[in-house]
Structure formats: structure tokens, C-alpha cells
């Protein structure tokens, strides 16, 4: 059986590499921070709105978000930024990464389980798992689906 899927993989912090799974990964767009319209009384990974193809687009600071000192703080106003477009069910939500890496194909057999010890606790609900890659590092499998329906944001969406 078949069990290879395609990911979308980009730098989480400083050291780490994370995939997201591409059958939720609608677009990839560079954005700069003035360009994302800020909203008053959000969690601080939350950027604001993004006009994106003529919709509201909900931009969130992954890493911020999943407990890593936030992107959008070392960023000059000028910088680009990547953001991935996840979507589930008719819902969007944009992700802002530091630097995208490549796509990759992996067989989901070789993943493991995630365990509470191995990560930070703001990272752990929104792992499906992790992979070991040929050089040993550990690669985190975000979950996109939760992402998208973290509580944060349901009352905004």
C-alpha cells in the first residue's frame, strides 16, 4: 500500500524543521508586515488581516504561536515574509514561517507518535508526529486541520 505523502517543509525557529501535509496547503504567498492590517484585542501570534484575493485572510505567527520567540518581532518592516495558506472545509487561515524549505515526499509508516517529554507544550496539540531524516534531526509533523480550528481564533473565523 501506498502510504507516501507529499509535505511542504520550512525552518521552525532557529534549528527546527517542520512539514505540513500539501493536501491542505492552498497557496504560498510572501507578504511584508505592513501590508497585514493589525486587529486589536487578538492573542499576540495572531498578525491581523491579509487581503488575499479579495477575502480576509487571518495571518498567524506560527512560531509564536507554537512557543518559539515570534517572527514578526526581528522582522524589518521591508522583509518579506512566506506565508502558507492552509485550508480545511471552506476555512483559511494564513501561517507565517521564517523560510520555506522544499517539498518532500515521506511515508507516513515511519512517523512517530508524539510524546509530551520530546516537545514544548505549546507545540504538542498541534503535532501528528515526528520523523527522523537521514541526518538524524527530528522533523515535526504539524497537524493542519488543528491548527485551523485552534480555539484562538474559532470566534474570529
Known sequence: METKEKFL???????????????HITEVLQIS??????????????????NWRGEMLWLVDLEAMLGYPPISQGANLLS???????????????????KLIDIEWLDTQRMKPPTSELFYPKISPFLQGYFIND????????????IIQAPMWKNHN
Open 80 to 98: 518579506k515574509m512566506m506565508a502558507i495558506v492552509l485550508e480545511n472545509k471552506g476555512k483559511y487561515l494564513g501561517l507565517l514561517v521564517r
Open 135 to 146: 541526518s538524524e534531526d527530528m522533523i515535526f509533523n504539524l497537524d493542519a486541520i488543528t
Open 33 to 50: 508586515l505592513p501590508e497585514i492590517c493589525g486587529v486589536p484585542q487578538m492573542p499576540s501570534s495572531v498578525l491581523g488581516i491579509y
Open 9 to 23: 517543509s520550512f525552518n521552525l525557529g532557529v534549528r527546527d524543521t517542520a512539514i505540513i501535509s500539501l493536501q
